[in-house]
């Protein structure tokens, strides 16, 4: 990662990467306090919103389990019954989600087109925010199997650094600006989702990791505090990829399109030089 840091100051200082780490001062503004009230009122939307849905549910999960169970009804009362093969693969579906974290499952949905771009709007949000608070991309891994060969949890990730986070650590504290930076990167995500439909579905490993890094804090964060860092960090990203659009939306598309890091880098550019 030290390398890929090294290889982004060099093309930023040769005036190819403008816009990386142009807005890595944003997080020393406004105010530090952010009630859900505060995140309605600034994003009109409820902080639920904002939660990941367990086990991939959502607002629609009702209505198509009332389906499932009533086509199910109907198929038992016309002679067919499927109730073996059904605890057959309940039962596969249970040994994926122990014993493989739910890859094979994952690995099937990111295959739906709705889910699929769902994923790669939230990518695409952890991505942008990255590029704009300066810290270095490595790669995005859109296929769950790769993911998990690479110990990321969940159906995809995206890889970044932050040096001086990184060096904090290493030493055993923590800068408030660095972690406040990073918080911002990784609930991107899930304000992406918030931001293009309304709520978000995926996060839940982004909400893990969070929490994970705020136990290395001296002292730790206190639940409130974590609570109030949440919604802080979902506000500053949603409010940076509200005022980006174009860039999130081409990073989007470049996403879809399986094309490399470099052309996904150079749509946000012509895309932010294009508002400018």
């Given at each position: 990662m030290k390398l890929v840091g090294k290889a982004y100051g060099f093309l930023k200082d040769r005036g190819f990467l403008p816009n990386f780490g142009k807005f890595r001062n944003v997080v020393l503004e406004g105010t530090r306090n952010v009630t859900p009230t505060v995140l309605k009122t600034s994003t009109g939307l409820e902080a639920s919103k904002f939660a990941p849905k367990k086990w991939g549910l959502s607002e629609s999960s009702g209505p198509i389990l009332v389906a499932f169970l009533g086509?199910?009804?109907?198929?038992?009362?016309?002679?067919?019954?499927?109730?073996?093969?059904?605890?057959?693969?309940?039962?596969?579906?249970?040994?994926?989600?122990?014993?493989?974290?739910?890859t094979c499952l994952a690995q099937l949905s990111s295959y739906w087109p709705p889910n699929r771009r769902r994923i790669l709007i939230h990518e695409a949000g952890h991505l942008l925010i990255a590029y704009l608070m300066g810290c270095p991309i490595r790669g995005v891994i859109l296929d769950p199997i790769v993911a998990m060969q690479m110990g990321i949890q969940g159906q995809a990730g995206t890889q970044f650094w932050d040096e001086k986070m990184a060096n904090d650590?290493?030493?055993?504290?923590?800068?408030?600006?660095?972690?406040?930076?990073?918080?911002?990167?990784?609930?991107?995500?899930?304000a992406a989702e918030a931001l293009i439909y309304g709520?978000?579905?995926?996060?839940?490993?982004?909400?893990?990791?969070?929490?994970?890094?705020?136990?290395?804090?001296?002292?730790?964060?206190?639940?409130?505090?974590?609570?109030?860092?949440?919604?802080?960090?979902?506000?500053?990203?949603?409010?940076?990829?509200?005022?980006?659009?174009?860039?999130?939306?081409?990073?989007?598309?470049?996403?879809?399109?399986?094309?490399?890091?470099?052309?996904?880098?150079?749509?946000?550019?012509?895309?932010?030089?294009?508002?400018?």
């Open positions: 086509g199910l009804s109907f198929l038992l009362s016309q002679g067919i019954d499927l109730r073996p093969n059904l605890t057959a693969v309940l039962g596969l579906a249970f040994a994926d989600s122990i014993f493989l974290g739910g650590l290493a030493e055993g504290r923590l800068d408030g600006t660095a972690f406040d930076r990073y918080c911002m990167v990784l609930f991107a995500g899930i709520e978000a579905e995926g996060g839940e490993n982004d909400e893990n990791l969070f929490r994970g890094i705020c136990v290395l804090l001296e002292p730790p964060l206190s639940v409130p505090e974590m609570s109030n860092q949440a919604r802080w960090s979902l506000l500053q990203a949603y409010n940076m990829l509200k005022w980006h659009k174009n860039a999130h939306r081409a990073a989007v598309k470049a996403l879809e399109s399986r094309s490399g890091l470099s052309v996904v880098i150079r749509s946000i550019e012509e895309a932010m030089s294009t508002n400018m």
